[in-house]
């Protein structure tokens, strides 16, 4: 079946401007989560939605925002974008309903640079 | 709190040699431990977790709650094997789940 995936696949944008990721989840899967990675911070977790309700959230600032429609499908937002946040931000998804025992499948990811 | 450390960034090895990823971790309940693998220009990708206790391109891992560690081992490396590795924790967080990854460990397998 198809597998993760991200669109746009990369953007470049200005400061203070603002960016919306989009990700589709393998067929099935309800549980959407979003992750930064950057070389000085790794992989960090963003935030996790379930049935269209944000599950579980890390330690971002409020300008980082998504959301979860009907058909699991995902959206991030970053509001007045900061030149720290050019990163690569990844998206992953699972069934949702096994806790700490589900594995994720990751995105390909959508690149962003801002300028 | 939970948090992985992998604490080396660059392993080098030749073709033939065992390798040996190390990963330790801190959470204070019972975690799930992942393996991820990042080979050049693919995605981050499932490697092999503890509660399976497989054995995935010939790499296994054992957890040892007492040294609190999940290390990645291979006794034959092989030239495709050279990634980016990620050790990453999952704990129970409010019925869904959130992996805390290390900061991964760039192999590299010579030839």
């Known amino acids: 079946k198809a597998g993760v995936t991200q669109t746009p696949r990369y953007l470049i944008k200005t400061r203070g401007q603002q960016v919306t990721l989009s990700c589709s989840p393998i067929?099935?899967?309800?549980?959407v989560s979003w992750y930064q990675q950057t070389p000085g911070q790794g992989l960090q977790f963003l935030f996790e939605?379930?049935?269209?309700?944000?599950?579980n959230k890390g330690n971002f600032p409020g300008r980082f925002s998504g959301r979860q429609f009907s058909n699991s499908r995902s959206e991030m937002n970053v509001s007045t974008l900061e030149l720290g946040d050019s990163a690569l931000y990844l998206c992953?998804?699972?069934?949702?309903?096994?806790?700490?025992?589900?594995?994720?499948?990751f995105g390909p990811g959508t690149r962003l640079l801002v300028l | 709190a939970q948090r992985v450390t992998q604490p080396e960034k660059l392993l080098s090895v030749f073709k033939g040699a065992p390798v040996e990823l190390k990963c330790n971790y801190s959470?204070?309940?019972?975690?799930?431990l992942f393996w991820y693998v990042q080979y050049s220009r693919q995605r981050l990708q499932l490697l092999l977790r503890?509660?399976s206790r497989e054995s995935i391109k010939g790499f296994t891992a054992d957890l040892n709650k007492g040294e609190t560690s999940f290390h990645l081992k291979k006794p034959f490396a092989q030239e495709e094997d050279s990634a980016m590795y990620y050790c990453?924790?999952?704990?129970?967080?409010?019925?869904?789940?959130?992996?805390?990854f290390g900061e991964g460990t760039q192999l590299t397998v010579n030839p």
């Open positions: 992953a998804s699972s069934f949702g309903l096994a806790g700490e025992k589900e594995t994720q499948y």
């Open positions: 959470y204070s309940g019972s975690p799930e």
């Open positions: 503890h509660i």
């Open positions: 067929s099935g899967h309800r549980s």
């Open positions: 939605y379930f049935s269209e309700t944000q599950r």
């Open positions: 990453a924790l999952s704990g129970l967080v409010t019925s869904g789940s959130r992996l805390t």
